[in-house]
């Protein structure tokens, strides 16, 4: 079985506008409530793929709702924690101002709540896969993603980890079978610039040094690679396509990865499910279907 855990959920809030002026009331031309966060996300391109999986972590207030709603629409299986005060996150996404959008903090989170998610992760068994997967709310330490994996070490699990800077490098010591960095995050933990494939491949091995298992590297436009448990470097240049929505794009990649290792437990395979399944987010406005996707390995 799949979990994900999304520790900041989201109503993400989409608005195409003809100008917008600082100062002034701006009114959208088109708008859009989805739910968000990156291992929701994972949830739902892994159902587009025929996986199932099951998505945790932490709602609150009347937003809170409606995110576990609209998830269960889609036909997820939830096991959401819904908190008693403040609410869920709201993100306003400028869609026609590429990369502006003002996210939400999210509830305050307390030590109870907390206690109650690593009751629900007991339930996981050898040979699960876990994803831990986003941003955490002020009120959660760095530490967090580290003590849940510390508390399920050495059960057979296996452990996903698509977060940055502390949040990743504190979970490397629980030897994640995958993370996911992009170059702009592998080469901030490093104090470098990684702009090329090839630059990537020597910092991904010191995150394997670490701990990582499989470490696959998204670099937008210049494609990705991975290197995989066994030291096995893969490249492959960006698919040809017209990018309409980046949000998603790299969760999308982590879900076609899994999708293709469980398939056929075979890492180019999974490798070009991932490329194939995060240009596929890229080139859509939601995120991809299942039939895009194999459109976009055909491609590769």
Request: hydrophobic share 45%.
């Amino acid at each position: 079985m799949i979990y994900t855990v999304t520790l900041n959920p989201s109503l993400d809030y989409t608005v195409s506008m003809d100008g917008f002026e600082l100062g002034r009331t701006n009114r959208t031309t088109s708008e859009q409530m989805l739910p968000g966060g990156k291992g929701i996300n994972v949830s739902i391109v892994l159902r587009n793929l025929g996986f199932e999986s099951t998505a945790l972590g932490f709602t609150a207030g009347f937003t809170g709702e409606q995110i576990a709603r609209e998830v269960q629409n889609m036909g997820l299986c939830t096991d959401f924690i819904h908190i008693n005060s403040g609410f869920s996150r709201i993100n306003v996404k400028l869609k026609d101002y590429d990369g502006t959008e003002i996210n939400g903090m999210g509830p305050a989170i307390e030590p109870n709540y907390v206690e109650a998610l690593h009751e629900k992760l007991k339930q996981l068994k050898a040979g699960d896969l876990l994803v831990l997967a986003g941003s955490i709310p002020k009120s959660l330490p760095a530490a967090i993603y580290s003590e849940i994996l510390m508390r399920l070490q050495n059960r057979g699990i296996l452990f996903v980890v698509d977060a940055t800077k502390e949040l990743l490098l504190n979970a490397l010591q629980y030897k994640p079978f995958l993370i996911k960095p992009n170059n702009h995050e592998l080469g901030e933990l490093f104090d470098v610039t990684l702009d090329t494939r090839e630059a990537v491949v020597a910092y991904a091995k010191k995150l394997q040094e670490k701990g990582a298992g499989n470490v696959l590297v998204s670099l937008a436009g210049q494609g990705a690679v991975l290197v995989d448990e066994t030291g096995t470097v893969h490249m492959l240049a960006a698919p040809r396509g017209k990018l309409v929505n980046a949000v998603g794009a790299g969760d999308s990649m982590v879900a076609g990865f899994l999708a293709g290792w469980l398939e056929k437990k075979d890492y180019e395979h999974a490798f070009r499910m991932g490329v194939a399944a995060g240009s596929a987010s890229a080139f859509s406005a939601l995120l991809a279907t299942g039939t895009e996707i194999e459109q976009v390995y055909a491609s590769l």
